[in-house]
């Protein structure tokens, strides 16, 4: 089975690191990438671009409507994800405390949630 992993954290503690800080942090992730990849669960990964350069569609009157920023207000932000396959979720949690965000960047909120994904079609 495949579960979705959502990387979270809060963008403007993030953004408010030193630059030396903030490089120091994200320096530390690669091991653990490298970790997550090497278990053999990973089957996506991505980071995502600021909530700033984000729009959300909701449907409206009939019709599709935009509006700047992210679906819901929230001081968390997704900043990335990735998929792991996993037989049941106790084992998918294991897979993802191989990512950074479970072991690195408390201070910023960083933090992993693990959800079951019913239905996957790659294109």
């Given amino acids: 089975m495949k579960y979705l992993c959502l990387a979270y ?3 403007e503690r993030f953004a408010a690191l030193p630059a030396a800080e903030r490089d120091a942090l994200v320096s530390r992730c ?3 990438d ?3 990849r090497a278990s053999g669960h990973l089957v996506a990964q991505a980071s995502l671009g600021p909530a700033s350069a984000t ?10 409507s935009m509006t700047d920023g992210p679906f819901t207000e929230t ?7 990735f998929i792991v396959e996993a037989k049941d979720l106790n084992e998918a949690i294991r897979a993802a405390s191989l990512h950074p965000a479970a072991h690195l960047g408390g201070e910023v909120g960083w933090g992993v949630e693990v959800r079951p994904i019913e239905h996957f079609e790659q294109y």
């Fill in 34 to 36: 490298a970790a997550l």
């Fill in 75 to 81: 001081k968390e932000q997704v900043g990335g994800f």
């Fill in 9 to 11: 954290y809060d963008a």
């Fill in 55 to 64: 729009a959300s569609v909701r449907p409206r009157d009939g019709g599709a």
């Fill in 30 to 32: 690669p091991p653990y």
